[in-house]
């Protein structure tokens, strides 16, 4: 849904000739936009998935476009196919053998704790809350611990909305990115004219420095979800030989995403799988050194690296990010998290007058 004006044609090569937005209205205009946001962050996710597959989509729709002098919704309809083409794809690799896996676990939960204790315990006990327990009665325990949670907070309830708003989503995010590709350009248009006239010269300037920046860093995002599905498979299928590696792999990246429960809730998943599989103690060990070595490698260091080498900002700033939009908005609010922050970065160098164009290139 890109919109990059070229910078000589809006303001010219010096960017003290446009207008300026005093420090008191920038500041309002980002604390109202956040608490708007803040509010509608339930709606959020559908319109912000399918508005950045559209952005980063269209300037390759616009340059086929440019070099076959075809008409664009031609290739936008035929993106949209290729879209919908890997979703049914993943959807009809992955979600069988994860149906199953997920069945298995709540309806074989009691055997898997008991078989998993019996491995570590053996025929040992030890000692929960000062009774002491074998692996028989700590399972009973933890599957009793898994009945009453059920019963007293509702989790089946919250648990079949979470998969009926994922499924709607799942379909909004695939209409609002048929239309996003459509007419893109028109929409992004369109929020332009939202701008008072006198400054849009100003926002049209800043968009041009912000444009190739957020492309950077998106493409960093889709480095990480690809490096955590690659090293997931080969970690689960190719080294660890677990079951269902592929669509173990898929879930581990697209789990990324989401702050810390998307990481642990694919550990778990995938730990339960191979300890249902696992022949003996070392199999056990050696997952949990291989989920140790992944979190850390995504964690601590390909991760912070490629994102803030993506967006020019410190992997400290980046994790603190990270964070900040986790708490705040959930997955949505991790994936634009640092993009926020370079918008206000960006912004601000200019409004400020720290750097000048050619300069502020450069620290980009």
Not at 202 to 224: A, E, M, N, T
Not at 323 to 332: D, S
């Amino acid at each position: 849904m890109s919109a990059t004006p070229q910078r000589a044609n809006v303001v010219g090569s010096d960017h003290e000739h446009v207008g300026r937005i005093s420090t008191s209205t920038t500041i309002f205009v980002l604390i109202t936009v956040a608490l708007v946001l803040y509010e509608i962050r339930w709606i959020l996710p559908p319109f912000v998935l399918a508005g950045l597959l559209a952005y980063i989509c269209t300037p390759l729709i616009d340059w086929l476009t440019a070099r076959t002098r075809l008409p664009r919704p031609m290739f936008a309809l035929a993106l949209f196919a290729a879209f919908l083409l890997i979703a049914a794809a993943v959807a009809y690799l992955g979600l069988p053998p994860l149906g199953r896996e997920l069945t298995r676990l709540f309806t074989d939960f009691q055997s898997i704790v008991r078989e998993l204790a019996q491995r570590v315990l053996g025929s040992r006990k030890i000692s929960l809350l000062g009774r002491p327990m074998d692996a028989a009665q700590l399972a009973q325990a933890a599957a009793d611990s898994v009945r009453l949670w059920f019963g007293q907070t509702g989790a089946i309830a919250v648990l079949g909305g979470v998969v009926f708003g994922t499924m709607f989503g799942g379909i909004l995010t695939l209409v609002l990115l048929f239309y996003f590709l459509l007419s893109g350009p028109s929409i992004a248009r369109g929020l332009v004219r939202l701008v008072p006239p006198g400054q849009r010269p100003l926002i049209l300037h800043i968009w041009s420095f912000l444009d190739p920046v957020l492309k950077r860093y998106f493409i960093g995002v889709f480095v990480v979800v690809s490096y955590a599905a690659g090293a997931a498979y080969i970690g689960l299928g190719l080294v660890l030989g677990i079951p269902h590696a592929l669509p173990l792999a898929l879930l581990t990246g697209v789990l990324e995403m989401i702050p810390v429960m998307g990481p642990g809730a694919s550990a778990v998943i995938a730990g339960l799988v191979a300890v249902h599989y696992a022949t003996g103690i070392g199999p056990i060990v050696a997952y949990a050194l291989y989920a140790t070595a992944l979190r850390v490698s995504i964690d601590q260091l390909f991760g912070p690296l490629a994102l803030g080498t993506a967006a020019r900002l410190h992997p400290v700033l980046v994790i603190f990010c990270f964070l900040a939009g986790g708490m705040l908005f959930g997955m949505i609010g991790v994936i634009m998290a640092v993009p926020v922050a370079l918008v206000v970065k960006v912004t601000l160098m200019l409004l400020y007058d720290e750097l000048s164009a050619a300069d502020l290139q450069k620290s980009l």
